[in-house]
């Protein structure tokens, strides 16, 4: 009987030592709760926009948030393919300057890595860095309303400010015409195919790619056979 009450009276005891403990391990010391990075979110440029730049670089600029205040840390990944490669690891800012090129397209996406090396990775965005000569390439047709004649004719981009045809006045002569984006006008210099030559100058129109100017055909003695005005119209769709 002695040694019944003995274990009857120890196990209050036990009993108690294990919820003190318990309090000891959870009460005071509660488990550490970690945050990862939220999903990055497009800031800048706008996904699928095109861009109008003045030098050779694009900033991209994300927002993505972090609980636990982890010091920023993302994997920028940058290029002209629709799966980009890496481009700069442990990046220590929201924002990335990237060199680009004048009409290209360029893709990216951000991975974010919290202190515990917990990734969030957001989407693919797109960008494409606005080219001036680009709306003067392609199909026209071009008016000679003076001589109400028209025939069709497709210029290609030589360099970033020159323009080439091989048609010009409907003749298969190779033309160049040079671009001028800051006054929005064009100029074809004198210009020698076999015995003919010509000239010709305009204004440009950068939102629809139309083209007006005056030309002269000069005659091989050096006179003029034929001035006029041509105006370039591009084709729809092309």
Same mark, same amino acid.
């Given at each position: 009987?002695?040694r019944? %009450? ?8 036990l ?12 009460? %005071?010391n ?11 979110a ?6 699928a %926009?095109?861009v ?12 993505s948030?972090?609980e ?18 890496l ?7 929201l +924002?990335?300057?990237v ?7 360029y ?17 693919t ?10 709306i ?18 497709s210029? +290609?981009?030589?360099n970033?400010?020159t ?7 409907? +003749? ?22 076999? %015995?003919?030559?010509?000239?010709? +100058? ?11 100017g ?9 006179t ?6 041509h ?7 092309k």
């Amino acid at each position: 009987m002695k040694r019944k %009450s003995i274990i009857t009276a120890i196990l209050p005891v036990l009993a108690f030592l294990f919820a003190l403990q318990g309090c000891t391990k959870y009460g %005071s010391n509660p488990p550490v709760e970690h945050f990862a990075f939220t999903a990055p979110a497009v800031v800048a440029p706008a996904n699928a %926009s095109t861009v109008h730049v003045t030098g050779t670089t694009v900033d991209l600029t994300w927002a993505s948030t972090n609980e636990s205040g982890d010091p920023v840390k993302a994997d920028v990944y940058f290029g002209t393919s629709e799966t980009p490669e890496l481009y700069a690891a442990g990046h220590n800012a929201l +924002s990335l300057s990237v060199p680009v090129e004048l009409g290209v397209t360029y893709f990216w996406h951000v991975t974010m890595i919290d202190a515990n090396g917990i990734t969030t990775r957001g989407e693919t965005w797109s960008f494409t860095v606005f080219e001036p000569i680009g709306i003067f390439t392609g199909d026209f047709v071009a008016d000679e309303p003076a001589e109400d004649y028209s025939y069709d004719i497709s210029f +290609s981009k030589f360099n970033a400010t020159t323009l080439v045809t091989d048609n010009y006045w409907n +003749s298969g002569w190779i033309a160049y015409f040079t671009m001028d984006f800051t006054q929005n006008t064009y100029n074809m210099p004198l210009t020698t195919w076999g %015995s003919y030559s010509g000239e010709e +100058s305009g204004t440009i129109d950068p939102e629809t790619g139309t083209m007006v100017g005056n030309y002269t055909i000069y005659h091989p003695a050096g006179t003029a056979i034929e001035t006029g005005v041509h105006t370039y119209t591009k084709v729809t769709g092309k």
